[in-house]
């Protein structure tokens, strides 16, 4: 086991070193955007992997503390020159916050019923800001063009310091997401999963520590809200609040195995890079061939690989041994 | 034997390279400009529209026309060694984000020299971001929403008008047609799909609807993919409008026309923006869309005062065997106002074609749309002749009735009843 141990925490430092090089090596800033929309799937996975692989909650409405998060820093830089980053722990507990507001009520919610109540949730939201006059209703918000820094949370010449930002929130995701799976509350989260009386009967008190996941995966994901926001410096409804980015990150999860730590980061590297280099690669054509191809092969990993292709690299491992 | 080869080998590569380097030579070389489009996903019809306006641009600057447009007479840019323009596309499936990194690919990655297009206004502004960033021109011609040129940014150049213009001239098409038919028009009533563009048409609209003088009688505002508007339409009947006011996408626009007739909705007119003129909605509604207005900054009947107008509704057909469309005719715009910049500029450098740019001034007759002429506002940056006309439809065809000077048909007004028509 030890052993197991020490030869999984490798591979992640090698994998680690690599991500640091990879972007010195790699000077092509269209590849550089594509690792940073990586990265921000990735987290954004890890996200709801918390909420959606361990305890058992598949949100379609994740989008909504992803705009949630991106809303409330540039509504708060736009209007009161707040700091993104300061601005970026608010829209966190923004999320958080109305996660709350929104999980208790459907905390008896279970399996597809709280698929569907989400969607709802996330839909409700969006349209919400879509007419809502303060933050730009369907116009948006543009963010102002600030010197640029790491201050300003804003970089104007170079792409590397949204790369290794958005590395390191990766990063932070996936140690919150390792402490929760290895502690106590992992445990309860994967009981609550099977079955939510039989956690209930062992004494777990399921709403309190549903809410916890809930919460935490909105956190987390309103961070990365923020960083888009910051990153392409204009959001609307239209593009941080639309259910097809929901549906894109059970997908990634699922793809690459939920209910487990790597397995979102696996599937964001197979499905982020697949759209955006089939699009860069095939897109201007107009044929629309990038999508064809994308779905085929989503349809081939899901037919051969259901268990999501972490769950192929563990089956390689213990085959191999 | 091997050696043999390998000697072989070396001189035929050495040949083959020495004949591209020496054909390449002889060659004026290529100048590239990146067009960012919708190409695929849900408006990618819309996208082909003004890939091909943009393409057949550069195809008239390129060759040999005899076309009054700038630049068609010679072969490629004159002052720069009749150098060609190559259009590198790249597609933004109509998302924010990828309009900024599409456009990005396309300054480092294929060493554009200018960017155009993007269609939607969500996503240029993110694209023109992105040129601003790197210190590149953008030239558009097909984005209306008028928040794109009040962000003041220096490489960012507007050339078709912008959805205030549009608003302004409805008005200023009701005074006219008041003053022609002597029927005095007192309300009107707002109606917009609620995304960027349907509401900032309604913010634009009712700024004016106060400055000419008209009551605003209701203010209705619908999700574009709405599947019933009964309700919508309800509220306009009930409000008893003069003037009903309508920004739409083209599902909406063939949704309310259906029910406009339904429920026997007959205000004295009915003014449009966007959903009417898509190539899509004709063919839906037939006769019912007969008698509606729409704004349009191109129609190919104004081809009997302008005959450029027609020439390149000719070429367009022939080329791709459809008619030149609205969307189309507004890309078109841009390569020529670049082209002429860079001949003016002698230099595809950044800062010399932005000040090129600056003094661009293309005489009216030089373009297919009625506007006098092309001319930068030093600030703003958009084309302060820049003016919309407004189209009827007429036996299920466009005719062009405002302004009425230039206009070759007359309006007919008011809008006839739904009932008792043929």
């Not at chain 2, 940014?153 to 001239?169: E, G, L, N, T």
């Not at chain 2, 508007?229 to 909406?252: C, F, N, Q, R, W």
């Not at chain 2, 958009?382 to 007429?394: D, K, M, S």
């Amino acid at each position: 086991m030890q052993n197991v141990m020490t030869k999984q925490f490798s591979y992640i430092g090698i994998a680690l070193i690599l991500a640091i090089i990879f972007p010195l090596v790699v000077t092509n800033t269209a590849v550089q955007h594509v690792a940073i929309l990586f990265f921000m799937f990735a987290m954004m996975a890890v996200a709801w992997n918390i909420m959606g692989g361990y305890a058992g909650m598949f949100s379609f409405g994740q989008v909504a503390f992803f705009g949630i998060g991106a809303y409330t820093s540039s509504f708060l830089l736009i209007s009161y020159q707040v700091n993104p980053w300061i601005g970026m722990i608010a829209g966190g507990l923004v999320a958080a916050f109305v996660a709350a507001a929104i999980g208790y009520p459907c905390s008896d919610l279970r399996g597809h019923y709280f698929a569907i109540a989400s969607i709802a949730f996330g839909e409700i939201v969006r349209i919400h800001f879509n007419n809502w006059k303060l933050v730009g209703a369907a116009e948006g918000l543009s963010l102002p063009m600030l010197d640029g820094g790491f201050k300003d949370f804003m970089f104007h010449s170079s792409k590397l310091p949204y790369y290794y930002i958005m590395l390191a929130f990766l990063i932070i995701a996936l140690i919150v997401c390792y402490l929760i799976s290895t502690s106590k509350m992992g445990y309860y989260f994967r009981a609550i999963k099977e079955s939510h009386d039989v956690a209930k009967v062992l004494g777990i008190n399921v709403v309190w520590y549903r809410l916890i996941a809930i919460m935490v995966s909105a956190f987390l994901t309103a961070m990365a809200g923020t960083f888009y926001a910051q990153y392409v410096l204009y959001i609307d409804p239209e593009s941080v609040m639309l259910l097809p980015i929901s549906i894109q990150l059970v997908l990634i999860s699922m793809l690459g195995g939920a209910g487990s730590v790597m397995g979102p980061v696996i599937g964001a590297l197979v499905l982020i890079p697949l759209s955006e280099f089939t699009r860069i690669w095939l897109g201007h054509r107009g044929t629309g061939i990038d999508m064809l191809i994308y779905g085929f092969l989503i349809t081939l990993i899901s037919m051969y690989q259901p268990k999501g292709v972490w769950g192929f690299f563990t089956n390689m491992g213990k085959r191999a041994k | 034997m091997r050696t043999k080869w390998v000697s072989i080998m070396c001189v035929s590569l050495f040949a083959v390279l020495f004949l591209t380097v020496s054909v390449f030579a002889q060659q004026p070389k290529t100048i590239k400009i990146g067009a960012v489009y919708p190409l695929t996903g849900n408006i990618a019809s819309t996208g082909l529209d003004c890939r091909r306006g943009a393409e057949l641009a550069v195809d008239i600057i390129n060759g040999k026309y005899n076309l009054s447009l700038p630049l068609a007479k010679t072969e490629g840019i004159p002052n720069l060694g009749g150098a060609k323009l190559e259009l590198v596309f790249a597609d933004t499936k109509g998302e924010p984000k990828n309009g900024m990194s599409e456009t990005e690919r396309l300054i480092t990655q294929e060493k554009v020299v200018a960017i155009i297009g993007a269609y939607q206004s969500s996503v240029t502004k993110t694209a023109s971001q992105a040129t601003e960033r790197l210190k590149i021109p953008y030239v558009c011609s097909d984005s209306s929403s008028p928040t794109l040129t009040e962000r003041g940014f220096k490489y960012f150049f507007r050339v078709s008008p912008h959805d205030a213009i549009f608003a302004k001239d409805q008005f200023q098409f009701l005074k006219d047609v008041e003053k022609k038919t002597g029927k005095k028009i007192n309300s009107v009533a707002l109606l917009y799909e609620n995304t960027e563009f349907g509401s900032n048409v309604g913010k634009y609209a009712a700024q004016y609807a106060k400055e000419f003088g008209y009551k605003v009688v209701a203010d209705v505002s619908y999700p574009a993919n709405a599947t019933d508007v009964t309700s919508e339409v309800g509220t306009l009947i009930k409000a008893k409008p003069d003037i009903l006011m309508h920004a739409s996408y083209i599902t909406d626009a063939i949704l309310f026309t259906k029910t406009f007739k339904e429920l026997n909705f007959t205000p004295m007119g009915i003014t449009t923006f966007a959903g009417y003129i898509e190539p899509g909605y004709l063919p839906a509604v037939k006769a019912d869309g007969n008698y509606i207005v729409i704004r349009s900054t191109f129609a190919l009947d104004l081809a009997k005062k302008k005959p450029l107008i027609g020439q390149v509704g000719e070429l367009f057909k022939k080329k791709y065997g459809v008619e030149m469309s609205e969307n189309a005719a507004r890309s078109f715009a841009a390569p020529f106002v670049l082209a002429d910049a860079m001949n003016r500029a002698k230099s595809t450098k950044s800062e010399d074609i932005v000040k090129a740019l600056l003094t661009t001034d293309i005489p009216g007759d030089q373009m297919i749309y009625p506007w006098k002429g092309i001319k930068f506002d030093p600030k703003s940056h958009q084309n302060i002749y820049a003016t919309g006309t407004l189209v009827q439809i007429q036996n299920e065809k466009y005719v062009t009735v405002w302004p009425f000077d230039a206009a070759p048909a007359e309006v007919i007004w008011p809008f006839p009843p739904w009932r008792g028509r043929k």
